[in-house]
């Protein structure tokens, strides 16, 4: 399943925004409990787009290969990301 473009675009431009929000806490001195609970949602709502991405890759590029002969590349590419969450 693959997740349009658009609505991973739009997710980006709100997480954009509540960057910029982080930036501008920071500029007023808000209160520091305030400024890590917006960083908490921001790595939330990007987590969300990396499974967005993650599943949709899986459906049209890992099993296809997987499909096609190509276990080990496919299994590369499974263990990197893997590697790449746990950091």
Do not use: F, W
Request: hydrophobic content about 40%; glycine content about 6%.
């Amino acid at each position: 399943m693959q997740v349009p473009k658009t609505k991973l675009v739009r997710r980006l431009k709100i997480i954009e925004g509540q960057v910029r929000g982080l930036q501008e806490m920071i500029e007023k001195d808000a209160y520091c409990i305030d400024i890590i609970t917006q960083t908490s949602a921001v790595k939330q709502a990007l987590s969300g787009v990396e499974d967005a991405l993650m599943e949709s890759h899986l459906g049209t590029c890992v099993i296809p290969q997987m499909q096609n002969g190509k276990e080990s590349k496919a299994m590369g590419e499974i263990l990197k990301v893997y590697r790449l969450k746990r950091k």
